[in-house]
């Protein structure tokens, strides 16, 4: 098993990396401080992982709440399900949430913690690849609005991360490169010997090699720990993070939550990113090249739907958390391991690299 802190002082917390992690009673109890435990899980992931948490966590009072599955319940009509549980079951201050599942869950139930009685403490379980490389680390929780992605949340950071990778046994094809997106995301920010590997091995990671899987995951997660930890709130190095995402966000709530997963749509972004980038001359035809050939061998797409018109990217761009005084600030490249956030480019070159990327084969 690999083990190493998120180092934020008093907040830090471990992550836990392993395979058959989830029945290790001694790496949930020491973050669950009452008797009261509640786990937020989803149609889909509970049938198969539930039942080997309750067991694990037998000697606890343990209340569940089981969401429906998808992106389009990640609102917060849906959140209340949890609060409602919560206040069923009369939890105190001293309960602890247990996320069990992808993105979305870990999302929500870090929210509900956040808020719950102004803040109580959870653990993420994280069980899809994107989620045990990027959504359950660093703290950022919340549920979407339909004008906008992620827009009402909070930054609430976990007790603990436990990543067991025996689950991603059951995550279908699509998801697994759903999740290679935000690996792929991490080699371009800021290690460039990780995308060479990258390069190398992604046969590996498709056939879920889990050798080549748990290196993935552990780089990713030191990489973003390492992010997280100089800037937790996002003033500054931690919005590099969202290389690909103002595209990609526009791209998942355009074309309807859950429609594009949200991999998918990050893929489709980091290449209009790198287009854009290119018509800057920032970098070259053959970084371009790598970036394109690299998501095509992940089995992701490198093209934004021919459906969401200039228009409608533009205006739900918009509204991205980067915009400052106005202006949309963008995740763009000089290189690969070198991304750089830049009010400074030019909005008709933007505009004509989300049309070449629409109209490229
Ligand atoms: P998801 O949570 O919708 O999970 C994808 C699908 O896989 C779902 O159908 C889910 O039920 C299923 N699933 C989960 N685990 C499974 C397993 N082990 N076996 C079989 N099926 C399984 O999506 P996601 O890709 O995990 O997460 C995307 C969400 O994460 C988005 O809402 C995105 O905004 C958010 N996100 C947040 C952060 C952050 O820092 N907080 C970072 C990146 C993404
Ligand atoms: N996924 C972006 C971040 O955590 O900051």
Redesign the pocket.
């Known amino acids: 098993m690999k083990t190493f802190d998120v180092d934020l002082g008093a907040r830090s917390y471990p992550i836990f990396i392993g395979g058959q992690l989830l029945s290790q009673r001694q790496l949930l109890a020491p973050y669950i401080t009452g008797q009261q435990v509640v786990v937020v899980s989803?149609e889909?992931?509970a049938p198969?992982?539930l039942e080997r948490i309750q067991s694990t966590l037998s000697e606890y009072d343990v209340n569940t709440v089981i969401l429906p599955?998808?992106?389009q319940y990640?609102t917060l009509a849906y959140l209340n399900n949890i609060f409602d549980a919560l206040l069923e079951a009369r939890c105190t201050r001293d309960v602890t949430l247990i996320a069990l599942?992808?993105?979305?869950?870990?999302?929500m139930t870090?929210f509900a913690a956040a808020s719950y009685q102004r803040g109580v403490n959870f653990i993420q379980i994280?069980?899809?690849l994107?989620?045990q490389v990027?959504?359950s680390?660093?703290g950022?929780?919340?549920v979407?609005h339909p004008l906008g992605?992620?827009m009402i949340g909070a930054f609430h950071q976990p007790q603990s991360v436990l990543i067991d990778t025996s689950?991603?046994a059951?995550?279908?094809d699509r998801?697994l490169s759903?999740?290679i997106a935000?690996v792929i995301k991490y080699g371009l920010i800021c290690d460039e010997p990780f995308f060479g590997w990258l390069e190398k091995n992604m046969a590996r990671l498709l056939a879920r090699d889990e050798e080549a899987l748990i290196y993935a995951i552990e780089r990713s997660c030191r990489n973003k720990a390492e992010i997280v930890a100089q800037d937790e709130k996002e003033s500054g190095v931690r919005a590099l993070l969202n290389l690909g995402h103002t595209f990609g966000h526009a791209i998942e709530a355009g074309m309807g939550y859950g429609t594009w997963?949200?991999?998918e749509a990050v893929a489709a972004g980091i290449c209009i990113a790198a287009e854009l980038s290119r018509r800057q001359g920032w970098i070259d035809n053959e970084v371009v090249g790598r970036i394109i050939a690299l998501t095509k061998a992940a089995n992701l797409p490198t093209q934004p739907p021919a459906e969401l018109s200039l228009a409608r990217f533009n205006e739900l761009m918009s509204v991205d958390k980067k915009v400052k005084g106005g202006k949309l600030r963008l995740i763009l490249l000089k290189g690969i391991g070198e991304a750089f956030i830049s009010a400074d480019f030019d909005p008709a070159l933007m505009n004509a690299s989300i049309k070449a990327c629409r109209e490229s084969q």
Request: net charge negative; hydrophobic share 25%.
């Open positions: 989803n889909t992931v198969l992982y599955d998808g992106e990640k599942g992808g993105g979305v869950v870990g999302d870090g994280p069980t899809t994107l989620a990027d959504s680390v660093g950022k929780t919340g979407n992605k992620n689950v991603l059951t995550l279908d998801q759903a999740g935000e997963l949200h991999g």
